[in-house]
Structure formats: structure tokens, C-alpha cells
């Protein structure tokens, strides 16, 4: 089992729907980050989280420590959103991100 | 202020060659980690360098390297390459590389092991 658990795998929403992608871990960890990665493979850093929430723009970011769950959501979505997001765990006092799978999103006009 | 550069962005090796990646982190950047993506391993964390040091290694064989130079910038090896090593390498710098910073990422370097 992966210590880090992303869902859903893949995502299609149409332009201005409230999407919601989950990440749940199973270990004891220090920080999670939200990565997004467009297509060409450049990585993004959206959010670093230890508690509660972050915001930046239409991006929100949740996490719940005690129930080792994580959620990233976008408002009013648009088609510039489509890409992947990344979870990634840095457990303990370990300076390694153990990575979820990624949700693929599309975001139709 | 340049953000994260490696080089080559391409490479093409043959089974059994080797191969350096070169990673130029963010000026002022001490820790430089380095990962791999693959179609069906997702991302993978190779190694994490700070100050001319491994500091923390990553589940791969002894084939995959690296170094780190003194003006932080960082170079990982593959030898006797394999036709499972064709993947996206990515480095990321940060700061002091601790769980709480923010890690940049360069745009990665896709090597096809043929």
C-alpha cells in the first residue's frame, strides 16, 4: 500500500465547477505539499501545509492532522487549470517527499 | 532571479553507457534533491544534497549517484544504464531543504534508455 493515497485518479469538469482532490497519508508527517505539473513535465510548488488551511487565488488548501488527510480545491474552475496535482508527504523528520499518484485534470470550456 | 536550470533537457544513451545530469539550483540555494518520474512508478526521490553533502538517499540501486559542488550546483549519475532507467529527472532546490520550505523545480531531463 502507498503510504500516500491520492483520489480521484483522473478529473473532467467544466468551467467554473468547485472541484476537490484528495489526498490521504498513512504515516506520521512534518509538512505535505501540492504540486501541480503541466504537460512538458515543469513542476510547480502550490502550497506547503502543516495545519489548517492556505489560500492563494482560487486555490484552497486543507489539512486535517489528526485524520492524516489533505484536500486541495479550485474555485470557479478554468481550462488553464487542466493539469496534474501532486500530494507529496515529508514524514517525520526526513527532508524526502514521498509522492501520491496524481489527479489528471481537465477542465473543459 | 533565474529560476532552477538543468541540462541537457534531452538525452538518447544506449543500454550499459552512462549518463551525467547537471542541476543549477536558485542562487542561494544550499539543498538540491534530485527525483525521478516514470509512467508507472509516479515520482520517486533519488537523493537530497546540502552543502557538498548526501544527506538522505532514496530506495534506488548503487548505480544512481551524485555530487554536489560548492557553489551548490549538483550532478546525478546513472551507470551501466538500463532500459527502466528512460524517465523524467527533476531537481529541486531550496533553501536549507527542510520539511518546511519550498522546493523549485528545474524542468527536468528526459532520458530514453534504448
Known amino acids: 500500500k502507498n503510504e500516500v493515497e491520492q483520489s480521484p485518479q483522473n478529473l473532467t469538469a467544466q468551467e467554473g465547477e468547485f472541484i476537490t482532490i484528495n489526498c490521504s497519508y498513512s504515516?506520521?508527517?512534518?509538512?505535505l505539499h501540492w504540486l501541480q505539473q503541466h504537460p512538458g513535465g515543469g513542476i510547480v510548488s502550490l502550497f506547503m501545509?502543516?495545519?489548517g488551511k492556505k489560500k492563494h487565488g482560487r486555490l484552497i488548501a486543507t489539512i486535517n492532522i489528526q485524520e492524516k488527510h489533505s484536500s486541495l480545491h479550485i474555485t470557479a474552475s478554468h481550462p488553464r487549470d487542466s493539469a496534474v496535482y501532486i500530494c507529496?508527504?515529508?514524514?517525520?523528520?526526513?527532508?524526502?517527499?514521498?509522492f501520491g499518484s496524481g489527479t489528471q485534470l481537465t477542465v473543459l470550456p | 532571479k533565474a529560476g532552477v536550470t538543468q541540462t541537457p533537457r534531452y538525452l538518447i544513451k544506449t543500454r550499459g553507457q552512462q549518463v551525467t545530469l547537471s542541476c543549477s539550483p536558485i542562487?542561494?540555494?544550499?539543498?538540491v534533491s534530485w527525483y525521478q518520474q516514470t509512467p508507472g512508478q509516479g515520482l520517486q526521490f533519488l537523493f537530497e544534497?546540502?552543502?557538498?553533502?548526501?544527506?538522505n538517499k532514496g530506495n534506488f540501486p548503487g548505480r544512481f549517484s551524485g555530487r554536489q559542488f560548492s557553489n551548490s550546483r549538483s550532478e546525478m549519475n546513472v551507470s551501466t544504464l538500463e532500459l527502466g532507467d528512460s524517465a523524467l529527472y527533476l531537481c529541486?532546490?531550496?533553501?536549507?531543504?527542510?520539511?518546511?520550505?519550498?522546493?523549485?523545480f528545474g524542468p527536468g531531463t528526459r532520458l530514453t534508455v534504448t
Open positions: 529541486a532546490s531550496s533553501l536549507e531543504g527542510t520539511s518546511f520550505d519550498e522546493q523549485y
Open positions: 504515516v506520521g508527517i512534518s509538512a
Open positions: 501545509l502543516s495545519s
Open positions: 507529496a508527504a515529508v514524514a517525520g523528520s526526513a527532508r524526502q517527499l514521498t
Open positions: 542562487s542561494g540555494h544550499r539543498s
Open positions: 544534497y546540502f552543502s557538498e553533502t548526501q544527506r
